[in-house]
């Protein structure tokens, strides 16, 4: 998960011609800028656990082409439905109704401020390289430590600072140097012999389709956010260079990640990399130049995550409140204090957040649960925007410039949206039935305090689905059947 940049305030916005400051270049590095993230430092071990060289190229080719597919989503849906303006939330709420706009806002809501969990444990792994009472930054010390942040952050933000243009500069800087320097130095020190060692994957990872379909969550994870490609169009200087800026954006951080993963093979075996500690990129790099390697890493992390931290909890309580606003979510979520903080948003995001953390003390490894649950949990939205891109497409006349394509666009998106969900395993789609079978009581309740028919009969179906999995899913949680 990244950190999402921020629209510039109106003030700013006059400066330059008519506030079309922005060219291709700037357009495009604001794309990268808010895709890379977290993700990043941590993905060649992540993707080595799952996959050999092999399943993790082929992954990267499937992820190409379905980013490209749901990139063109977001900009056609755009273009032709400029009024929905409210988060991709408000697509599934057009194209299917309130029930399923309220789940897409819940899901999305719910995977934004779980990333939180995950960025927090990154950020203690870290700083345990400096301070080693943090260990692997998933003991009582990280929790402390991670509480402190969090609430820390919280009152900043009750205070109005919402503005966090130098720190993105900052966490932008922090980032992307360390990333340049490992790429650089990995590829002088890459050894072919290590690279050849382990091509198609050791018999215990499975067949190759199966380390392709596990390579998806740690994919989807790092592109949480492609979506916000498009928020910065009403601010180029030419309306075609949002196009171009958003396949340069995606490519560019395509072949970022693709050199991170596949060239750490070069250094490392694949076993020995899935066996570092996060964020792993701190120990290839450590391998190459040394101590100094390590330090430099781990300190883009800590800023980097922080301030992704900081950015991704003003985003999380940012899409209640407009939901809110709108009547999607409840009518609380929209109250605000004297500065202007949607409060009780803020709050309750942050108290969640403040539970999972204690996910530290009881999951072997809270980073990986975290993502995984961020990215198991924002895939209904995705869908959901796919079928309505299809949905609209399909009910265009015939003939229609343009048609065939847009249907084969959604057509697409769509079932790359079914294969994520596939991919991302039984384990986290029950996980994430609990998430959206509390999602609609949340929404039953609403309707119902509001003197509204809680749900339509083809939202029941939809409904008993989400719960049925939701009351499987804790009893094999308390049985033992799911562990976390």
Known sequence: MKQLKKPLKSGSAAKGSGGKELGL????????GSVIGSGVFNMMSNMAASAGLMGIILGWVVTAIGMTFL???????????????????????????????????????????IGNVAYATLAFSSLSYFFKFFGDGQNVASVIGASVLLWAGHFLILRGVKSASFMNAIVTIAKLAPIAIFILAIFFAFKLNIFTKDIWGSSDLGSLFNQVKGTMLVTVWSFIGIEGAVIFSGRAK?????????????????????????????????????????????????????????????????????????????FSFELPFRAAEKGTFPSIFAKTNKNGTPVVALTITNALVQVFLFTFLVSASAYNLGYSLATSTILIPYVLTALYQLKISLQEKAGTPGRSFNVAIGAVATLY????????????????????????????????????????????????????????????????????
């Not at 270049?25 to 990268?32: A, I, K, P, R």
């Not at 309707?447 to 719960?467: C, I, N, Q, T, Y």
């Open 417 to 484: 949206g079914a294969w994520l969900i596939y991919a991302a395993g039984l384990k986290y789609l029950l996980l994430t039935a609990i998430i959206y079978g509390i999602g609609v009581v949340v929404y039953v309740l609403m309707r119902v305090l509001s003197g509204k028919k809680p749900l339509k009969m083809a939202e029941l179906a939809v409904a008993a689905v989400f719960v049925i999995g939701a009351i499987y899913a804790i009893q094999q949680l308390i049985s033992g059947g799911i562990k976390l």
């Open 25 to 32: 270049f700037s357009l495009t590095s604001l794309v990268v």
């Open 238 to 314: 030419r309306r075609s260079d949002v196009a171009k800026a958003s396949f340069l954006g995606l490519y560019t951080v395509i072949a970022v990640y693709v050199l991170v993963t596949v060239l750490s093979l070069g250094i490392k075996t694949r076993p020995e990399l899935a066996a570092l500690s996060a964020p792993g990129m701190s120990g290839v790099l450590e391998a190459v130049v040394g101590t100094w390697g390590a330090v430099l890493v781990n300190i883009g992390v800590i800023v980097s995550v922080i301030g992704a931290w900081l950015a991704w909890t003003m």
């Open 71 to 113: 990139v063109l989503t977001f900009r056609n849906l755009n273009k032709k439905k400029p009024k929905l303006d409210a988060g991709i939330y408000s697509y599934a709420e057009a194209g299917f109704g309130r029930f399923m706009g309220f789940s897409s806002a819940w899901g999305y809501w719910i995977s934004a401020w």
